[in-house]
């Protein structure tokens, strides 16, 4: 009987985690058993992150704990904020992210043996450390001097202070905190299952981070934000959504941040960003209708597909309503993916310590489909085209 093979490893179960659960058929995602719809309105990012990573929600001594291990650790070394800063101006944010954070291993304490520690507290420190870098390069590519962190603002405030210089309206602030809520975990997403084969081989949590880092980077996974972005961009205003979107289909073209592997209905975060998306567009005002061009076109999506193929209906995904709540942070669509990555850190930390808390290496099988038993040829009796004989 032939060997089945799961390409995509569609519907394979490949481990078990304590960390999220996602119910594709009804639209759910838990974190450690709460319900997101109770933890985007309710929990701080920070909340999520002593949840995520110590098992459960923090009592207020232990948030204010792990608030100060956060703030004390937001600084680059010296040699990577130079090394950024020598950085050519065109580099892509995601390139530079990847780089220094794996630049950070370099940095950190080893043991007797060379090795760095995977440990909550290296975590805590990466999760501090991303949003520094990514403030850092916005300002850098722009010719301007980065901007110390503030360890009296939350995550997501200081961030935002990082980037601008200024402290952030609260409604921003807010906005940002529960967008880094909605993103901190997913289960076995192709980033998160990259982190975790990384770990399985004993490889330290810089490695693996940087391992998810580049798995997010594809316009499949996490680079879906900033391709929803240029959708936006480049349709600009409600009244362009459908034809914009006909013209897509008919090149069989996808509709970046739509669809997903797992949601058979709506992602259940899309509707917090949409909520989001919705006030900070009402508090920024201006001319631009990110918001509700995004809301068109996912109107238009649905209604195209449907005509185009009866029953195959496709929402909208985590990063669809992404794009107009980061355009209305004033934060640049190239950065979006960045954003990402410092919400999801929580999660491949998570995972990356749960594989080492029990780990098993991940190698998987593939069936072979090139020549067998080829006769080998000695280099001066191969022709000069490259074949044999
Ligand atoms: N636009 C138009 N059609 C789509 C889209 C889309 N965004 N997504 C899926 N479809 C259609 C496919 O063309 C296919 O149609 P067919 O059966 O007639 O060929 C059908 O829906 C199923 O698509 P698959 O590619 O088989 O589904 P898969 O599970 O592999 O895809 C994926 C999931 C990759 C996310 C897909 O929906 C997609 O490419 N979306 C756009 C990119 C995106 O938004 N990625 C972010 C995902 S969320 C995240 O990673 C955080």
Request: with cysteine; net charge negative; proline share 5%.
């Amino acid at each position: 009987m032939p060997t089945v093979v799961d390409r995509g490893l569609e519907g394979v179960v490949v481990g078990s985690t304590e960390l999220s659960n996602v119910e594709g058929a009804i639209g759910r995602l838990t974190y450690r058993g709460y319900d997101i719809d109770d933890l985007a309105p309710n929990a701080t990012f920070e909340e999520i992150v002593h949840l995520l990573l110590y098992g459960e929600l923090p009592n207020r001594h232990q948030l204010d704990a792990l608030k100060r291990e956060l703030a004390s650790c937001r600084s680059l070394p010296e040699p990577l904020v130079t090394a950024m800063q020598n950085v050519p101006k065109t580099a892509w944010p995601m390139e530079v992210l990847r780089t220094v954070v794996s630049g950070l291993g370099l940095f950190s304490p080893v043991n007797a043996h060379g090795e760095h520690l995977s440990d909550v507290h290296t975590a805590i420190e990466l999760i501090a450390k991303m949003p520094t870098i990514v403030a850092g390069w916005d300002r850098i590519r722009r010719g301007l001097d980065p901007i110390d962190a503030r360890a009296d603002l939350s995550q997501a405030g200081n961030f935002l202070y990082m980037r601008s210089g200024k402290m952030p309206h609260a409604i921003e602030e807010d906005a940002l905190d529960t967008y880094l809520v909605l993103l901190a975990d997913h289960s076995f997403n192709a980033s998160t299952f990259a982190a975790r084969v990384a770990a399985s081989t004993r490889a330290d949590i810089y490695a693996s981070v940087t391992a998810a880092l580049a798995t997010l980077q594809g316009d499949l996974h996490g680079g879906a934000a900033t391709a929803a972005f240029r959708t936006l961009a480049e349709v600009r205003s409600p009244e362009n959504a459908e034809p914009y979107v006909r013209d897509i289909l008919d090149r069989g073209q996808r509709i970046m941040g739509m669809g997903h592997r797992e949601y058979k209905v709506r992602d259940p975060r899309a509707k917090h960003l949409e909520a989001i998306a919705t006030e900070l567009a009402g508090h920024v005002g201006g001319n631009e209708r990110w918001y509700e061009t995004a809301h068109a076109v996912e109107e238009a999506s649905r209604k195209v597909l449907q005509e185009k193929k009866p029953g195959n209906t496709i929402y909208a995904n985590v990063d669809f309503y992404t794009a107009p709540v980061l355009a209305d942070l004033g934060i640049p669509g190239d950065e979006f993916t960045c954003l990402f990555a410092c919400g999801r850190i929580v999660g491949w930390a998570g995972h990356i310590l749960e594989q080492l808390a029990d780990n098993r290496l991940i190698r998987p099988q593939a069936t072979y489909d090139g020549p067998t038993t080829v006769p080998f040829v000695p280099i001066d009796k191969r022709s000069s085209n490259g074949t044999t004989g």
